[in-house]
Every structure is written in structure tokens, then in C-alpha cells.
């Protein structure tokens, strides 16, 4: 079994900062890419940010220079530093990651995190 925990969440003020952190435990030989999506209530979920395992970013138009992901890969965790909050950006977020499970024949797996809710007050 593969899990993703994550943290970070929490009520913050407009323009206000929080860091979210989604650490993948179990069976892993080998996490690809990681990345987030958030959903607010009454609207579509929304893939905001993904990296891959070398690295390479690609985030939403929506949060494109006020959000930055990483990942440290011998923690098999991912970041996702959130700058200038606005009140729009209030949602559940969700991490995900695939890769491939330690086993003997290295099934891939695709796997998501419990959510984590952001609230930003104006």
C-alpha cells in the first residue's frame, strides 16, 4: 500500500502565506511526478501545480507566480508554498503521486491524499 499524508492547512488573511506538505509512505521503489488540486464547494476540482520527478513545474494559470512546488525526493514529499492567499483560493487541496510499488513485479500506483482545507478571510 502506498498513503500520502498531508499538512499545512489552516485560516489565513488575505495575502497571507501557508505551506503545504504531502509525504508518500509504503511500498515505494520509485515516485514519478507529484502534484496538487484543489476543489471549493459548488466548483469543478482543479489541477493547480505538478512536478515531475526531474523537476519540471507546471502550475494553473490561477496560481501561476503566487504558488511555488518542490520535492525532496529522498523524503518522497512535495511542497506547495502558497504566497499572496486571496479569498478565491479558499478549497480542499488534494495531493497526488504516481509511480511504481516496491513489489516483486513494480505495479504502478496513483494515489491521493485525504484533502487538507485552505480558508483565506478577507
Known amino acids: 500500500q502506498v498513503q500520502l499524508v498531508e499538512s499545512g492547512g489552516g485560516l489565513v488573511q488575505f495575502g497571507g502565506s501557508l505551506r503545504l506538505s504531502c509525504a508518500a509512505s509504503?511500498?515505494?521503489?520509485?515516485?514519478?511526478?507529484m502534484g496538487w488540486e484543489r476543489q471549493a464547494p459548488g466548483k469543478q476540482r482543479e489541477q493547480i501545480a505538478r512536478i515531475s520527478g526531474a523537476g519540471r513545474t507546471h502550475y494553473a494559470d490561477s496560481v501561476k507566480g503566487r504558488f511555488t512546488i518542490s520535492r525532496d525526493n529522498a523524503q518522497n514529499t512535495v511542497f506547495l508554498q502558497m504566497d499572496g492567499l486571496e479569498p478565491e483560493d479558499s478549497a480542499v487541496y488534494y495531493c497526488?503521486?504516481?509511480?511504481?510499488?516496491?513489489?516483486?513485479?513494480?505495479?504502478?500506483?496513483?494515489?491521493w491524499g485525504q484533502g487538507t482545507q485552505v480558508t483565506v478571510s478577507s
Open positions: 497526488n503521486a504516481d509511480g511504481l510499488r516496491n513489489t516483486t513485479n513494480y505495479s504502478p500506483f496513483n494515489v
Open positions: 509504503g511500498s515505494i521503489f520509485r515516485v514519478y511526478s
